[in-house]
């Protein structure tokens, strides 16, 4: 499983951030590595670093599974690492119910 981070200019793409999100990636999909070829991370800041708010950290998740088209998530948070565990999450719940679908689908 291949995971590509990009990040807006509000949100510092260092490597230590990076290292993090791959482990959390690493770890929530770690069951689907073998079916995702690639994971694309998008992080962005919502309200730019003049203004703060709640929840503002975006991670949108773009999973892509050899022969389907991609799938993505998208989760907000108070902070980028709180923002990937939630989209990580959510990604295991969709993959859960597609790769099910597909599964039972592929039974019958």
């Known amino acids: 499983m291949h995971i590509q981070i990009n990040t807006d200019n509000n949100i510092s793409g260092n490597e230590a951030m990076t290292q993090s999100a791959e482990e959390i990636l690493g770890h929530v999909l770690s069951r689907f590595a073998g079916k995702i070829t ?3 991370v998008h992080l962005s800041d919502e309200n730019s670093a003049s ?3 709640a929840a503002d950290k975006r991670c949108m998740l773009e999973a892509r599974l050899a022969g389907r088209e991609p799938t993505s998530v998208s989760d907000m948070a108070l ?3 709180q923002a990937v565990t939630g989209a990580a999450h959510k990604m295991v719940s969709l993959l859960e ?3 099910g679908k597909l599964g039972k ?3 019958n």
């Open 51 to 53: 203004k703060s708010g």
């Open 38 to 40: 690639r994971l694309e």
């Open 79 to 81: 902070t980028v690492e």
């Open 97 to 99: 119910s597609e790769l």
């Open 105 to 107: 689908h592929q039974m």
